[in-house]
């Protein structure tokens, strides 16, 4: 079976730093990309940022130029450190990877973390 656990969200001024973590575990072969998503209340979820296997990234143009998502594959671990935090940016931060299980099954499956609360103080 395979998880994704979050950690890192929290209670922030505006202005300050946050950094995520999304850790996946169970039995798995492959992870391609990863990405965080975001529900804030009245909204739907949107794509935050996403890393692929090969390293490319992309992000919302709310967050380009204060948010950095990075993975260590070794550790099937994705992060995103947010800087420059704003009042809008507050919501509930989720992990979602595509993941292969088998080696000798080409089935790739989608999972989602619980969610980490994120909360900026204006």
């Known amino acids: 079976q395979v998880q994704l656990v979050e950690s890192g969200g929290g209670l922030v001024q505006a202005g300050g730093s946050l950094r995520l973590s999304c850790t996946a575990s169970?039995?798995?072969?492959?992870?391609?990309?990863i990405g965080w998503y975001r529900q804030a209340p009245g909204k739907q979820r949107e794509l935050v940022a996403v890393i692929g296997g090969g390293g490319y990234t992309n992000y919302a143009d709310s967050v380009k130029d204060r948010f950095t998502i990075s993975r260590d594959t070794t550790k099937n671990t994705a992060y995103l450190q947010m800087n420059s935090l704003k009042f809008e940016d507050t919501a509930v931060y989720y992990c979602?990877?595509?993941?292969?299980?088998?080696?000798?099954?080409?089935?790739?499956?989608?999972?989602w973390g619980q969610g980490t609360q994120v909360t900026v103080s204006s």
């Open positions: 169970g039995r798995i072969f492959r992870i391609n990309a």
């Open positions: 979602n990877a595509n993941i292969r299980r088998q080696a000798t099954m080409s089935e790739w499956s989608t999972y």
